[in-house]
């Protein structure tokens, strides 16, 4: 009887639980074009993916509240697509989706009225999908309100601040560039228009960032000198990353150039790392040699943990021995700076590595030392220890 009553229950929870979670219906997408002719609704889709966990945070929280569907489906043709089947990867290419989960609210044309990205709790959901519906906060009225009248700084923020919502960073480009065209060099230079170059300006080689850099401290006044610097790092970073994602070392070096002709430290330590970075993915060992040789004591010198990375590099890749020599004095260094277990350890494998077993049982020593102060498990120190006594 216990057994039947246990049963019971557990069937009980999972058909309740079956009942909250939701489940996407597959309609085609040309049904959902069709049913939009028709009905004359406008079409939102859900653009997901099976492993995303803000997808699937929506699904369980907002997509399984009753109220939520009820409205969804009296307003709109929905569509639910995995970006890794056949029509989700049409339309994450089609809208040049790269966020998870996004959302796309389309006329029955396929014109995008208005998209959404991220996790939102059911409140600003449901905010937002109603906004979808308002004809004056879609991109079209929005766009040519602007296009009308290019140098008006609301009618640009209007349209960036909804663009902001569900669209990649390049998708703000393009009105940015339309809006700070109509502004001279000395307009520039104020509280407006920094926030547009903050939100819009991707392109390092354009007139906007390229004054920047040239007006840094007329900039920081209306702004700060720590945003100036976020948004330099942020261009950067941006104009490299790409191809290092893509181990295109071709267009990376190219752009490699742009950047370093910046002439800022700042510039040359993000290069640094991209440099670095891309060495890794690709294996070209002997390259990241040349870069660390040439560039380490500039740019590094004063972060001990980037320098017990890059000797970590060495230990692993790098074998003759005037090079490890060179990373155990970047080591050294980084003690200096923060005397610790990983770095008097890492030193003395270096020493091993090139045979000095009289200076790595010294560093082996002091890495042991500080393991037993600090009460921490000291097997690999141990291991070290023991074949250097054997040798």
């Known amino acids: 009887m216990r057994f039947l009553y ?73 569509v639910w697509k995995n970006i890794e089947k056949e029509e989700g990867i049409a339309l994450k290419n089609k809208f040049n989706t790269k966020a998870l989960p996004t959302f796309l609210f389309l006329d029955s044309n396929e014109t995008l009225l208005y998209a959404l990205k991220g996790e939102l709790k059911t409140p600003e959901f449901m905010t937002e999908a109603n906004n979808a519906l308002n004809p004056k906060m879609q991109y079209p009225y929005l766009e040519a309100a602007f296009l009308a ?12 601040n909804v663009l902001k919502k569900g669209r990649e960073r390049s998708d703000l480009s393009i009105p940015t560039h339309i809006y700070l065209n109509t502004q001279s060099d000395s307009q520039l ?14 392109d390092i080689n354009s007139r906007e960032f390229q004054y920047v850099l040239k007006h840094q401290k007329e900039f920081a006044a209306v702004a700060s000198q ?50 670095l970075t891309l060495a890794e993915r690709t294996e070209k ?28 590099t060495y230990l692993k890749h790098i074998s003759d021995t005037e090079s490890l020599k060179k990373s155990i004095s970047w080591v050294k260094h980084s003690l200096e700076l923060n005397d610790s277990y990983d770095g008097n350890l890492l030193i003395a494998r270096l020493y091993n590595k090139i045979k000095d077993k009289k200076l790595a049982l010294k560093f082996a020593k002091d890495a042991k030392i500080i393991s037993n102060e600090m009460n921490w498990n000291s097997k690999e120190v141990d291991a070290l220890l023991s074949e250097l006594n054997t040798k």
Request: charged letters at 25%; one cysteine or more; hydrophobic letters at 40%.
């Open 189 to 202: 230079v104020s509280e407006t228009n920094w926030r547009a170059i903050s939100n819009g300006v991707t």
């Open 226 to 275: 720590n945003r100036i610097d976020r948004k330099i790092d942020n261009i950067i970073t941006e104009s490299l990353r790409p191809y290092v994602d893509n181990l295109d070392t071709i267009n990376y070096y190219k752009q490699r150039e742009i950047v370093k002709a910046v002439r800022l430290q700042k510039a040359d330590s993000l290069v640094f790392k991209f440099d």
């Open 6 to 78: 246990v049963f019971f229950l557990c069937i009980s929870l999972q058909t309740l639980k079956s009942q909250n979670q939701f489940v996407p219906d597959d309609t085609p997408y040309k049904v959902a074009l069709e049913n939009a002719k028709k009905e004359g609704k406008p079409i939102f889709v859900m653009l997901y993916a099976d492993w995303c966990p803000h997808c699937n945070q929506m699904k369980k929280e907002v997509f399984s509240n009753a109220s939520v569907m009820d409205f969804l489906n009296k307003k709109y043709i929905c």
């Open 149 to 160: 009248d290019p140098s008006n700084s609301e009618k640009f923020f209007a349209l960036l």
């Open 285 to 312: 060992w002997e390259f990241y040699k040349k870069v660390t040789l040439e560039e380490t004591q500039k740019l590094a010198w004063n972060d001990a943990g980037f320098l017990k990375e890059i000797g970590q």
